[in-house]
């Protein structure tokens, strides 16, 4: 079994962003901010606190503003510093320190699997991480989604994907795990025996979605670079971590968090809100706002 440690994370970000057009013909969709943060931000920070040391983010050729903002912008900290704005400098230079920021091109858009597929050279034989950008998991009173999963590989030394419980009429939007037996009150983690990529919704084999946390181990790169298209005729990572099954154990973790799918209009829409309700310096304005809004309805 693999006991390194998880010191990656591969940051898919090679979509289109279709839903989200015409605002993402020129911008990245993991530039569009929640209030005034990028998303793709958010799921830096989250791998940072969770202990990554570097991360790859797999792009195409539209996101180079992506590659900016993770930049440094001498021209923007000078000019902020000689206007006095010496807080704003700090966070604008923070961005940049934060962690070490790979990148490469995913060539094709031939899915999520050949995404992850990408990184396998930066990768080699270490375990490491997987977070997609739409799903943005806030846990203000415990670890980051990504820490727990991190935390639950390091006990079985095996590959973990981050799951919660979606509504029954959702599960044709998500892998959909299969738990290995009944899973006990109050268990986290599950063993798997099998996982389901968008399956039907009277077929679906549980109500466990994969949101968009992975922690798997390295043997993934070899099934990746053999696995046929699946649902949608896309190289889904789904379907190599099914095969992975075959040769070790693979966990489900039910992770601590509220998580906001951004990628979609109305979860992009309820994270706003939820984010500038704890916002110190919007909250007050917004509640107002919203009561207002409310006694109209
Ligand atoms: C991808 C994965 C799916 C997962 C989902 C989580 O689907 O293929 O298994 O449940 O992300 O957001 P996508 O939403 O990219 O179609």
Redesign the pocket.
Known sequence: MNRLPVRKAVIPAAGLGTRFLPATKALPKEMLPIVDIPTVQYIVEEAVNSGIEEILIITNSNKHCMENHFDRSYELEKRLNESGKTELEKMIRDISDMVNIYYVRQKQPKG?GHAVLCAKSFIGNEPFAIM?G??VVINDDGEPALKQLIDAYNEKGASVVGVQTVAHDQVN???IIKPLGEIKQGDRRVKLSGMV??PDIDSAPSDM????RYVLTPEIFDLLETQQQGKGGEI???DAIVRLMDLQAVYAYDFEGVRY?V?DKFGFIKATIDFSLNREDLSDKVKEYIKELASQL
């Open positions: 999520l997609l739409d799903d939007k998500y892998g990529e968008k979605a994969v949101l968009g889904q990572l789904t799918d990628g």
